[in-house]
């Protein structure tokens, strides 16, 4: 069992920064942080959930949805459970609910389904 927390998310001007934290419970005896893929997804009103950035645990190596490209960056400290996503050059359609997910492989995955474990979620709200 994996348990997430989410935290960081508030409101923003559009240009501005938010840095988004996710803080992971790994209840397992055979896995740790590093055995999962972690990622953030979004679903703005009336919209469905997006893949916004993902992380492998082991290689570190780095994805991202088409619009993220350039104005977000995922990282995370093995060390410490966490993954960050840093968000800069905020738009007014960043504005959504942003939830850490994760997945127990070392395969990238942008499908919300094939993620078993999810946080509650954390409100961004961008304003022009």
């Known amino acids: 069992q994996v348990q997430l927390a989410e935290s960081g998310g508030g409101s923003a001007q559009a240009g501005g920064s938010l840095r988004l934290s996710c803080v992971a419970s790994v209840r397992t005896t055979d896995s740790t942080f590093s055995n999962y893929v972690m990622t953030w997804f979004r679903q703005g009103p009336g919209k469905e959930r997006e893949f916004v950035a993902g992380?492998?645990?082991?290689?570190?190596?780095?994805y991202y949805g088409d619009s993220m490209e350039g104005r977000f960056t995922i990282s995370r400290d093995n060390t410490k459970n966490m993954v960050d996503l840093q968000m800069n050059a905020l738009k007014p359609e960043d504005t959504a609910i942003y939830y850490c997910?994760?997945?127990?492989?070392?395969?990238?995955?942008?499908?919300?389904?094939?993620?078993?474990?999810w946080g509650q979620g954390t409100q961004v709200t961008v304003s022009s």
């Open positions: 992380i492998l645990g082991n290689s570190g190596r780095a």
């Open positions: 997910a994760a997945r127990r492989s070392q395969r990238m995955a942008t499908t919300r389904d094939l993620y078993d474990y």
